[in-house]
């Protein structure tokens, strides 16, 4: 078989892991030749690949980001975009190509398995809001990066009786904000799946700061909403698949706790640190296991399906199952467990 490989949307840790055990798994368990295109759908588009052997993969296992490269280019949203694609795979001579991504990347692999491509979906966003699987590829090392970051302003914060607004990632769910402020010890957590009330926020400070505590940390998702009726924030500009370009609701909510309750504030956004680097062990070991287990999809023509995490298990789902519907936060985390430890 020649196998096509390919990571798009947003990078995380856990990629190249999952490009090695696709590479290994071809090349040692069926003696496939396996192709690597470069930046996402556009290497397919505009012709970018490279030839991927065991030999040229060693050594990217803990490496973060992708040596193949990524884009959020849309085949669908370029002109002669898709049937450049389908052309490529044909002179390319491609009888599997795997796409690692999240609801992007996925979304355009289910439409062209639609149209007859022999597509595999592999699972990977740090925002963790794909369905049909318990976890996403670079999760972990997210949240990971993010909780010790916390621990961290915790220190400084309480040396300024501050409080600190710690903005993570998280578009249209607050995944990582609900675990890294759990695992922080966060006075308060926006995400974008509860609006917030921005005095409800200060009131749990203020509980707080009565209590002898002087110093706290609220995080938020980027994508975090105010209630309707309370702040207002920025409209921001929109990329190719029609997501909001987001980061900086952090900068509205530490001047608000300031102007209301007097208490210093400031604010660190973590961004795109949270994308790079080294991924946990967990997430190298769910990427060895979904980049083997789609080879396996792959040869038993299991076109149009994707890896996922369901308990122990690696089991294979439709890709639109994981695409139909964003994976929101289990609103019993949050109101169970999270809110518990507010103020
Ligand atoms: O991949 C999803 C994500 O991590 C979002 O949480 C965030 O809004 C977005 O990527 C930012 O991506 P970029 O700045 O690379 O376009």
Same mark, same amino acid.
């Given at each position: 078989m020649r196998v096509g490989v390919l990571t798009g949307g947003g990078d995380c840790p856990g990629l190249n892991a999952a490009i090695r055990a696709v590479v290994r798994k071809c090349e040692a368990g069926?003696?496939?030749e396996v192709i690597g295109y470069r930046d996402g759908w556009r290497g397919l588009?505009?012709?970018g690949s490279?030839?991927?052997s065991v030999q040229s993969c060693r050594g990217i296992l803990p490496r973060g980001g992708t040596v193949l490269g990524t884009s959020r280019t849309n085949p669908y949203k370029v002109a002669g975009g898709r049937e450049a694609v389908l052309a490529t795979l044909a002179k390319d001579g491609i009888d599997a190509l795997i796409a690692i991504g999240g609801e992007d990347t996925l979304g355009v692999a289910n439409r062209l398995a639609g149209? /007859? &491509?022999p597509v595999v979906g592999i699972p990977k966003t740090i925002d963790n809001d794909l369905s049909a699987t318990d976890v996403?590829?670079?999760?972990d090392t997210a949240v990971q990066i993010a909780a010790e970051a916390i621990d961290r302003l915790h220190t400084t914060a309480e040396s300024h009786d501050r409080v600190i607004v710690c903005e993570v990632m998280g578009r249209h769910v607050g995944w990582i904000a609900t675990y890294a402020g759990i695992a922080g010890g966060a006075a308060a957590i926006l995400v974008p799946e509860e609006p917030f009330d921005v005095e409800a926020v200060c009131s749990y400070l203020e509980r707080r700061h009565q209590?002898?505590?002087f110093a706290s940390i609220v995080v938020t998702a980027e /994508? &975090?909403?105010p209630a309707e009726g309370t702040i207002s924030v920025a409209s921001p500009e929109l990329d190719q698949f029609g997501h909001p370009r987001l980061g900086g609701i952090s900068n509205t909510v530490a001047a608000e706790i300031e102007r209301r309750t007097g208490f210093e504030s400031r604010v660190t956004?973590?961004?795109h640190v949270q994308r790079g680097g080294t991924p946990s062990a967990f997430d190298r070991v769910l990427a060895t296991r979904f980049g083997t287990e789609a080879v396996d999809a792959a040869h038993e023509g299991a076109f149009g399906q994707m890896v996922a995490l369901h308990g122990p298990a690696v089991e294979r789902v439709p890709i639109y199952e994981a695409i139909a519907e964003l994976k929101r936060l289990d609103k019993r985390l949050f109101s169970s467990v999270a809110e518990v430890f507010f103020g």
């Open positions: 069926y003696g496939d588009i505009e012709g490279v030839e991927l149209e /007859g &491509a996403t590829i670079g999760f209590k002898g505590r /994508g &975090a909403l956004i973590l961004g």
